[in-house]
């Protein structure tokens, strides 16, 4: 075994450490080699270990700054969504409210609101968004509002156009989203912030209780509530609903709707009134109206109760089986809340006309009123003043012609008239009258070989009132108070009678029949005149019978009798009676007595 040596005190660490272990054993150098080797493997696997787990911390910190990186962005994405839109170069500002106010003294006429306003920097222009604009009126007395989406507002003139659809509703301050409002709905509406005005020449649409309608262009005035339609008005009027539809009680029919066209039309707030110019047509089933103006004033739940028609009015029915017509300066009308037509007055040039099938009628005067009753308009009472004149025109020639002249009279009519069937039922003077009767018969009642020949007859009298029955057939005549009867047969002399009551018969044609005249009665025929307390003619005999006290004289004969009986045209005279006849002698004053 050998010597060890040991190191000189010169030599380095690294020197020594070399020596050392060149001085150990080999089988120990051996052994610790392989521990420096498990030593560096374990080194290497914790080493490793520790790499991998180094590189999952790094990923797993790359991914959390990954998250928080995207989630940064979502956040400002959204942010971005929710953040108002970068204000653009030529918008001055943005605001979320807009409100401006027109008052006088203490009252507040009007106020405009916006929800949103946009303020551009050029042309003092702003956009309103959301706008409403509510009128309160001089008085406060109304809650009108325009409603639209958007409009723009030019401060420097103080007008708001506003260019998409707008509403706009009328209704009475304090009144219920549900009640008596007008509806309008139009588009391109400008509204004026000094005058108030609200136009636009766009269609127009509207709705209120009583109907509906359309037009082209309209103007509203916020200062008095006035809405004017400029062009092509066409409204729909219908009645109101039954006042006792709850209740269970029986309600008559309803009249149809009306139907209204003209060129323009003025609404008028309050005065409740609708005036429509231009060519104006009213229609109703059968029945229409024609006019330059119509006026309607309404009810507080705007349904039409009267009217007014002038500008040339004219109305109609043109029902087949009794057409009618009525012309004036002015026509007015109430109506009642079923829409049927209560009452009909025209004034001034009035002219009417009617077909039946027994002929026609016709009458003019200065002022005619006509009472309807039930919901078709059928005709019950008409009075007519200030030179009336009545005209009947008979579809046979046997019923020829009557008129009547008078200062008043009253047309009263059947209770059973009906629709198309207005039947008369007496005709009343209420002034002095005179009648005339034009026809053509055979004379002396006799029809077959006979010549037909004109026959004229005039009435006079302070009363009169004429009976009718059938189809509008004239069945008898009375008068009082000064009657005067003239009558002519042809070429033949003028026979004239007067009394102080007068009672005619006539027939089924329309012809008299009997003429029965009492009191003071007078007659003229020619050269002859008589005298009695009675008269009667007899058209089927052509005579004249003069009873009580008669006194008949001509140029040469003076009679006396209690009756006396004369044929018209000829030169026969019948007297009975206590008759004495004088015969006075031409030039000489002695009479000669039969």
Known sequence: MGK???????????EAHIARYQRVPYTRLLSLRGLASRFIRMR??????????????????????????????WVAKQAEKKAPPAVPAAIEQRSNEFSYSKVEGQRTIYTVRASRT??????SRNLLEDVSITVYGKKGERNDTLRTRACDFISSTGKIGCEGEVQISLRAQGAAANSNAIEIVTSAISFDRESGLARTEKPVTFIWPAGNGRAVGVQYDSSDGTVSLEHSV??????????????????????????LTGDSMLFRRDGRTLRILGTVHAQQTTRELTAQSLLLELDESFHARHLIASGQPRMRDSDVQSPMSLDADEISATIAP???????????????????????????????????????????????RDSVTMTSRSATPAGGTRRIDTDGLEVHFAKNSGPGRALLENVNTLAPARIEWQNVSASNGVVGGVKPTKQIMRMRGQQMNLHFAGQNQLQQLTASGGVEVTRQV???????????????????????????QTGDVHIH???????????????ATNTATLTGSVILADATMRTTAQTA???????????????????????????TNF
């Open 44 to 73: 290497n696997s914790e080493a490793r270990r520790y790499a991998r787990w180094a590189a999952g911390v790094a990923m797993l910190l790359a991914l959390i700054v990954a998250g928080v990186y995207l989630r940064g962005v």
């Open 525 to 539: 025929e020619g050269p002859r005149t008589g005298q009695g307390d009675r008269a009667h003619l007899d058209r």
């Open 234 to 259: 066409d409204i729909t009027l219908a009645s109101s609903p039954p006042a006792h539809l709850q209740s269970g009680v029986h309600e008559e029919p309803q009249a149809k709707a009306v139907h």
């Open 338 to 384: 079923n829409g049927s037509i209560e009452s009909i007055l025209a004034n001034r040039n009035v002219h009417g006309s009617r077909n039946t099938s027994v002929g026609e009628d016709e009458i003019a005067a200065g002022r005619i009123q006509m009472a309807l009753m039930t919901i078709a308009n059928v005709p019950r009472l008409l009075t007519a």
């Open 4 to 14: 060890t040596v040991p190191a000189p005190a010169s030599e380095s660490f690294g």
């Open 118 to 123: 946009t303020e551009f920097k050029e042309g």
């Open 565 to 591: 009986t004369f044929t018209q045209g000829s030169n026969e005279l019948r007297a009975d009676g206590n008759v004495l006849s004088t015969e006075l002698r031409a030039g000489t004053s002695s009479v």
């Open 490 to 516: 042809g070429d033949g002399p003028e026979q004239a009678t007067s009394s102080r009551e007068l009672m005619a018969k006539f027939s089924n044609a329309g012809e008299w029949s009997t003429i029965d």
